[in-house]
């Protein structure tokens, strides 16, 4: 049974200028204990996605859909039982753990704020409970009474892990959370994450730009470009083989040393990621896309099975679901590229 | 497809380096109180750079890598000539280049990590671009310069961008104006500081391809700080490694990256994810502090074959934790700063 079930998620944002598309029909299945890695460039809508499933996005956004955390629809969900849900079932460690602390809070103070809050602990058992959790991430209970200036970039992402952890969330969210760290710092916490997934058993789902990162941390990978998922699997095999020529291009962005296929021959996409308001017609990737033709001008491709545990969101594979284009017809099968192609 | 390879070595007939960095060293100091300085209190002094030595032949592309704090950053703002060394020279061409900076910085132009930094929100595009023009009196045609620069810089048809203003432009588009920017002045060198960092993923290959084509057709000699060793694999011909101020190996890139002999270039190569590669050793402890250099090998109180006890069964402990020590040619070209070197052993 899934813990985290999000069905046709659509978020879209008020702005000044109109309405922003971020999010565009996703949907994401979590088992217990399962890593999914979320990835795709600024503005694809993988933070959106965080914020919608606990409910942080800013007033006046507009979600439709649903999401399913342990059986109630978070989206429904009223003020009073929302707030027993963040922390208790999911939490979020985000980005920039240098903004999320408040500066003149000791950390001590700061972790055991959400126990204390959520009825788990009086104040002096949860300072208890705090100094268990830092040492859990590898600081001494001691440093409970520092502010967070007194902690480097790397500890203080560690505080906000411990954070997250408080209240025993079987779901943790974790948005770029090694983003600004370190190279060294960062295979530190990676490791970190990695071993109390491993030990508390916790579902996680982890959002970057950087898709090697993720390889090594998730089971399952998902791609996100322009609001929607267009390729999810098996990380290992997402990776290695990508299937849409979008992952292929990501994972070209981050080679490994030693393949000679990438040396001196850096490869990239023209162009630049689509601004949400102002998506092009058809595939949304199309315009940058390499191995373009021509129905994918007009024709949007859905999320459709591949090959066994693949799917990918690409006219280049067969069995594309009869897709309805613009005019109202089906895909012309000569307009399909050559065999040699579908890889 | 052109093979990028056939045309990129560096001309072997070149005379001597196009530029020779001796042994800089570049400190900064702290600030205090009156009241402190007065009760004899002494301020911090960091030392960034503490005896970098480099040699660039021309058209080459040599990646300078390392953990922030390594002072890499600090290396290139020296070449630059934007940090004067507290000691050591800094050669273009043989000519100590503080003789005649302006000649100089029109030689070699800079590109900086943050590109929306790097430009002035309220200057057009043509406006940023010409400016170095204006600086070094360029003579000749400022509109066809500036046009010949942003189409060199993939801005094309160039015209198109000379009226648009930073803000209307992506993250990608406005690197490639800070390098026309660059390009404009028919630059020999540019140093370029992480320059794809602050660039979404699909961005920053075009960003690299750019600059490796620059290199075949303009025969640009390239200075490029990175963190990144996957981006070195992709465009560098030789890496300098550094560490606490010092390069603690430099070399081709195939040896350095696949064939490392520095503990210190291992372990940052451990942690490039990879597949599978979950249980390899991660050097504990934070990138170290320039104020604080520790005696003797710089790196040994991170060093995992110091940790191991593998040092003293070789016998090098003591000196690895009390005898500073120099880059050793380790094999062709390729130079280390460790005592296992000598004794042939690999990190």
Not at chain 1, 181 to 196: G, H, P, T
Not at chain 1, 243 to 272: C, N, Q, V, W
Not at chain 2, 313 to 321: D, E, Q, S
Request: charged content about 25%.
């Amino acid at each position: 049974m899934s813990l985290l079930s999000v069905k046709d998620l659509h978020v879209t944002y008020r702005t000044q200028a109109g309405a922003v598309p971020a999010v565009r029909g996703v949907g994401i299945e979590l088992s217990r204990g399962e890593v999914l890695g979320l990835a795709g460039e600024s503005g694809c809508g993988k933070s959106t996605i965080a914020g919608a499933i606990l409910r942080l996005l800013p007033k006046g956004t507009d979600v439709t859909g649903q999401v399913m955390l342990d059986n109630q629809n978070v989206l429904e969900l009223k003020p009073g039982r929302l707030r027993a849900v963040r922390w208790t079932e999911a939490s979020i460690v985000f980005q920039g753990a240098m903004h999320a602390l408040n500066p003149v809070q000791r950390i001590g103070d700061q972790i055991a704020e959400p126990i204390v809050l959520h009825g788990q602990a009086g104040e002096r058992e949860a300072l208890v409970r705090a100094g268990s959790l830092l040492e859990q991430v590898g600081l001494p209970a001691r440093r409970l009474k520092d502010y967070p200036h007194e902690l480097s970039g790397g500890q203080r992402q560690r505080v906000m892990i411990a954070m997250a952890l408080a209240c025993n969330p079987r779901l943790i969210i974790a948005d770029e959370p090694t983003t600004a760290l370190d190279v060294m710092v960062q295979a530190q916490v990676l490791r970190l994450l990695k071993e109390l997934q491993r030990e508390l058993g916790l579902a996680m789902i982890f959002i970057t730009h950087d898709l090697s990162v993720l390889v090594e941390t998730c089971d399952r990978l998902a791609v996100m470009y322009a609001g929607r998922v267009i390729e999810e699997g098996p990380a290992d095999v997402v990776f290695r083989q990508p299937a849409h020529p979008y992952t292929r291009a990501l994972s070209a962005a981050f080679p490994e040393i030693g393949d000679a296929r990438f040396r001196m021959r850096p490869s990239g996409l023209p162009g630049d990621p689509p601004y949400p308001a102002d998506l092009p017609t058809g595939c949304t990737f199309h315009p940058r896309c390499p191995q373009v033709f021509a129905p994918c001008s007009h024709v949007d491709p859905p999320l459709f099975d591949v090959s066994p545990e693949r799917r990918a969101a690409c006219l280049l594979f067969d069995g594309a679901p009869a897709t309805v284009n613009a005019a109202g017809g089906t895909v012309a099968k000569e307009d399909q590229p050559p065999a040699e192609e579908q890889r | 497809m052109n093979d990028p390879l056939a045309d990129v070595s560096p001309s072997p007939e070149a005379t001597g380096p196009l530029l020779e960095v001796r042994n800089i060293h570049v400190s900064f100091t702290g600030r205090i109180g009156l009241g402190a300085g007065l009760i004899g209190k002494k301020a911090t002094v960091a030392r960034a750079v503490d005896g970098v030595s480099l040699e660039l032949q021309k058209g080459e592309v040599l990646a300078l890598a390392g953990e922030s704090g390594c002072g890499k950053t600090t290396t290139a703002r020296a070449v630059m000539g934007l940090e004067r060394p507290n000691e050591g020279q800094i050669l273009y061409e043989g000519e100590p280049i503080w003789n005649d900076l302006r000649a100089y910085r029109r030689k070699v132009q800079m590109v900086f990590q943050d590109p929306t930094g790097a430009l002035n929100p309220r200057e057009t595009v043509y406006e940023s671009v010409a400016e170095g023009l204006r600086i070094h009196r360029v003579a000749g045609d400022e509109r066809t310069q500036v046009a010949e620069a942003l189409s060199s810089a993939g801005l094309r048809p160039p015209e198109r961008f000379f009226l648009n203003y930073p803000h209307e432009l992506s993250g990608g588009q406005r690197q490639r104006v800070v390098i026309a920017g660059a390009l404009v002045l028919e630059p020999h060198m540019i140093v370029a500081d992480e320059p794809v960092s602050n660039l979404d993923a699909s961005v920053r290959g075009e960003i690299l391809a750019l600059l490796m084509e620059l290199r075949r057709r303009l025969g640009l000699t390239i200075l490029i700080v990175t963190h990144d060793l996957g981006l070195a694999w992709m465009v560098a011909d030789r890496v300098a490694v550094m560490y606490l101020g010092r390069v603690v190996e430099i070399g081709p890139a195939e040896d350095v990256l696949i064939h490392p002999k520095h503990p210190y270039t291992k372990a940052l190569l451990d942690v490039v994810p990879e597949i599978g590669g979950a249980g390899r050793p991660i050097l504990t402890g934070e990138p170290p502090d320039p104020t604080r250099i520790p005696r003797g090998c710089r790196f040994h109180p991170r060093c995992p074959i110091v940790a191991s006890g593998r040092a003293q069964k070789l016998g090098i402990l003591g000196r690895c934790t009390d005898q500073d020590l120099a880059l050793e040619e380790a094999a062709r070209d390729h130079h280390v700063a460790c005592y296992l070197t000598e004794l042939g052993e690999e990190p």
